[in-house]
């Protein structure tokens, strides 16, 4: 015990890169994941978040027990709060709220204008007391057969491990905001462009698709079209309502069993000038 903690009280604090590993386990806890192969893959990311200075980390702890923790990802124009997770048998007890609390205050001190997050049914009722309000669904596919119309396996698709700056550009317009340094460091550990020049991309990075932002619905098929064939699986849809049905064919939706893995896209304060049209795929979700 830290001089400063007292055995009954429970103290917030912004988390090392020593702490990341307990604090991963607490999130796996909480969003019932038993695969113990993901530890190792979640730890790594949020290291990298962390290292960046893009990920900032706070954990909530008992007697020295972490038992909740959650993160502020930070980019030029807004913030966006992840990870949020509070151990199954310490819940309803504030610390969410605690949590919450924290990162806001952090969002509002970098000035950002603002903050996002994508929500479990769990968490949000709490976003929701802090004044986020729903935007729209995203949901998980897992990429079973993609569809192949003809005009897909005409176009050139490229292969890069390099973001070339057409394709910055191509993101911020379509996300609102510049997360290319984030993009770029994901490249850096093995993520893969999938580009057809001036047309779209999307990134591959283990077994999952996205972000995919893409001028038309052909582009984006045959960009999934190859990622599949590259070993893509999973692939998270915002359920924006102008998307075009077909591009869904040959995608399974994965029913959530659970509330927690239910995922809605929320924001706070002024809206990102985000063009939603080109979104294809998320980079994430709740629990992804
Ligand atoms: C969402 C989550 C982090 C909230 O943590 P928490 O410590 O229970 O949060 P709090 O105690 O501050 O309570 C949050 C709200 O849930 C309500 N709640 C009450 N009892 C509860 C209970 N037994 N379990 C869960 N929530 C409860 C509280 O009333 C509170 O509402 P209020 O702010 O109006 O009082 C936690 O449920 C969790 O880890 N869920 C699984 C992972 C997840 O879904 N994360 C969210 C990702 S977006």
């Not at 509002?108 to 603002?114: D, L, N, P, Q, Y």
Request: aromatic share 8%; proline share 5%.
């Amino acid at each position: 015990l830290n001089e400063s903690e007292s055995p009954e009280t429970e103290t917030l604090r912004a988390l090392e890169a020593a702490d990341l590993k307990t604090a991963v386990r607490v999130f796996l806890e909480a969003f019932q994941v038993s695969d113990p192969s993901k530890t190792t893959d979640v730890e790594a990311f949020w290291q990298l978040l962390h290292q960046a200075s893009i990920g900032h980390f706070v954990g909530a702890s008992e007697q020295g027990e972490m038992l909740g923790c959650g993160a502020l990802i930070l980019y030029p124009l807004s913030a966006w709060i992840a990870f949020m997770a509070v151990l199954p048998s310490r819940r309803g007890r504030g610390i969410g709220n605690r949590i919450m609390k924290r990162l806001i205050k952090r969002a509002e001190e970098t000035g950002v204008k603002s903050l996002n997050l994508d929500a479990t049914n769990l968490g949000k009722p709490l976003y929701a007391k802090y004044g986020f309000k729903h935007r729209y669904p995203v949901r998980l596919y897992e990429i079973v057969t993609p569809a192949v119309p003809e005009a897909c396996l005409r176009q050139r698709v490229e292969i890069s491990d390099a973001m070339p700056g057409w394709c910055v550009k191509t993101d911020r317009d379509a996300f609102g905001d510049d997360r290319s340094r984030l993009l770029r460091l994901i490249l850096g550990r093995g993520g893969k462009m999938i580009i057809i020049r001036h047309q779209g991309f999307g990134i591959l990075w283990k077994d999952k698709i996205g972000p995919v932002i893409a001028e038309s619905l052909e582009a984006a098929h045959a960009i999934v079209h190859r990622a599949a064939a590259l070993g893509a699986k999973k692939i998270y849809v915002p359920a924006r309502k102008d998307l075009p049905q077909a591009f869904l064919y040959g995608f399974k939706e994965i029913k959530p069993k659970t509330s927690i893995l239910c995922c809605d896209r929320m924001a706070l304060g002024e809206s990102l000038d985000e063009n939603i049209g080109k979104v294809f795929a998320s980079f994430s979700a709740a629990a992804g």
